[in-house]
């Protein structure tokens, strides 16, 4: 499995993008990034998942170069709702039973 | 929207007592994941199922845990007995078999041993 490094903890003011960078070094060819938030007492939650390239969504963009050794999750616009744990997760996504392993995450504190 | 249930929310068992977590996959989802979340870090799992099969335990603690998953759909863990260092919360997930790494928590339970 491949391993993920990303940042302890940032903070960030209301209406800022938020770029959380996350590397996976190792990452094999058929692994997918994905990521996760989690709010206090509740489960992490799933907002985007890529390959290559970038992928957009709703609530986030997930940007990965070419060499795919590192992903950047970007949250544009945050508000006081986004403060929670990020995490990035690197597995092979079309492997039936994939394993989903969990880093220590990124603590995201947004200010008013 | 359909969601993945777990019960109780919350626990408190004392030391040496065995206790129970239930968790409901949403309908379809071949996959069961049980987690232990320590206050502070990231989810550590626990067992993976494949429908009825474990497909991963090496980090369950076998010497007092166990988990089970009968008909392939709901599951239940145990613990027997506790510890005063099984304090966390247990985190159920479920997804489709080949799901591409987007799985569906449920909200927890909060086991406290006193």
């Known amino acids: 499995l491949a391993k993920t490094t990303q940042p302890i903890s940032m903070d960030s003011y209301e209406g800022q993008e938020v770029n959380i960078t996350c590397s996976h070094n190792?990452?094999?060819?058929?692994?997918?990034i994905t990521w996760y938030q989690q709010f206090p007492s509740q489960g992490p939650r799933f907002i985007i998942q890529?390959?290559?390239t970038k992928v957009t969504n709703e609530v986030a963009s997930l940007f990965i170069p070419a060499d795919r050794k590192s992903s950047t999750l970007s949250l544009p616009r945050v508000s006081l709702s986004d403060t929670a744990v990020y995490y990035c997760l690197v597995g092979d996504g079309k492997a039936a039973g994939n394993k989903l392993t969990f880093g220590g995450g990124t603590r995201v504190l947004v200010k008013p | 929207e359909a969601e993945v249930a777990q019960s109780p929310r919350y626990k408190i068992t004392e030391k040496s007592q065995a206790v129970a977590f239930w968790c409901d996959p949403i309908s379809g989802h071949a996959t069961l994941y049980w987690y232990r979340q320590i206050l502070g870090q990231g989810p550590e799992l626990l067992v993976q199922f494949q429908d009825e099969s474990v497909v991963d335990d090496s980090q369950l603690p076998k010497d007092r845990f166990s988990a089970e998953r009968l008909k392939g759909v709901d599951s239940t863990l145990k613990i027997q007995p506790a510890e005063l260092g099984d304090s966390a919360m247990y985190l159920c997930?479920?997804?489709?078999?080949?799901?591409?790494?987007?799985?569906?928590f449920g909200q927890g339970t909060r086991l406290t041993v006193v």
């Open positions: 997930a479920s997804s489709l078999a080949n799901a591409a790494g987007e799985a569906f």
């Open positions: 190792n990452i094999a060819t058929n692994d997918y």
């Open positions: 890529g390959y290559k």
